[in-house]
């Protein structure tokens, strides 16, 4: 398939559903026509309108461009899971599907807490094996994404789909494939969610800034600098993030005694919790 015969569809366009677009039309992997937000009011559905694309609020209309038999239909699924939890809301978009469009859609659902066994079980059999699961961050905005990719193994013979779609999603940062459901669990504690953690530390160091004397603005830049820094040396030389942060470290200096007042506030346990609770969570929605 052509790229150009893409036509990529977001069912609900929220935070995440609109960082997808963003970071697509930011490589232009895809031209804004080719992209349809559909949800149910235009709160939302006014940011896709300015970024060029089309927009419903009608599930009628989401099959877009239908009369070119080339176009293919990637669907993301972007509601919250109570939503995508509900047979209602897979049956009315099944509703929409034209029988001659049933091969030419492939399905990713974005949302956590909702499995492909659940999706599978509202899905008919034609659609059931064109299913695929993610797990990514709001980075995706700005190309710079962390995304877990999940599909059952007879998904990998659908050759189409599965090239075409680690392509896109790389596109948006980087896509790990994995080949168990399971560690979706664990991407959303380190990646989905826990791009929020590192939010935290970020405005936590940029506190600690001000409170020795720098402005808010040039306590953000240092930091943002320092963080960007930390994750490039780690990435590019390969090296333990303890060895680096022993290279810092002189004896009876400076970062040691800082080092310590962290260990002090237990700040490993802390992060640690951190994502093995929202991984937890991850596995608590789904059930
Ligand atoms: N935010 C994040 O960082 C991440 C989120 N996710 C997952 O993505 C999903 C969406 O999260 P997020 O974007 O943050 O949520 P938002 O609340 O920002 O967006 C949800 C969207 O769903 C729409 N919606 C509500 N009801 C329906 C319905 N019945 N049919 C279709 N659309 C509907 C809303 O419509 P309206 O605009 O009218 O309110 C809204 O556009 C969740 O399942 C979450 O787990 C995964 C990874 C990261
Ligand atoms: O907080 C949440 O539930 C969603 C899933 C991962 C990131 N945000």
Known sequence: MDTKDLRIIFIGAGNIAQSMAKGLLNCSYVKCEQILAY??????????QNFGCH????LHQIFFDSQS?????????CVKPNIGKDFGFWSSLKDKVQPN?????????V??????????????????HNLARIMPNTAMAINAGTIGLYWKPWNLTQKLWSEKLPELLNKLGKCQQVDNEEQIHSIIGVAGSGIAFIYTVIQAMCDGGV???LSRQMS?????QTVMGAAKMVTETGMNPIELRDHVCSPAGTTIAG??????????????????KSTERSRELSK
């Open 39 to 48: 949800a149910p009011s235009d709160r939302n559905l006014k940011t896709f």
């Open 55 to 58: 927009t419903t609020q009608n």
């Open 69 to 77: 038999s080339d176009v293919h239909y990637l669907l993301f699924i």
């Open 101 to 109: 469009q049933w091969d030419k859609i492939f399905i990713v659902s």
């Open 111 to 128: 949302m956590a807490g909702v499995s492909l066994q659940t999706i599978e079980n509202y899905l008919s059999p034609s659609l059931k």
């Open 211 to 213: 409170s020795v004397g």
């Open 220 to 224: 953000r830049e240092l930091v943002t």
């Open 259 to 276: 080092v310590e007042m962290l260990e002090q506030g237990g700040i490993n346990a802390t992060i640690i919790n951190a994502v093995k």
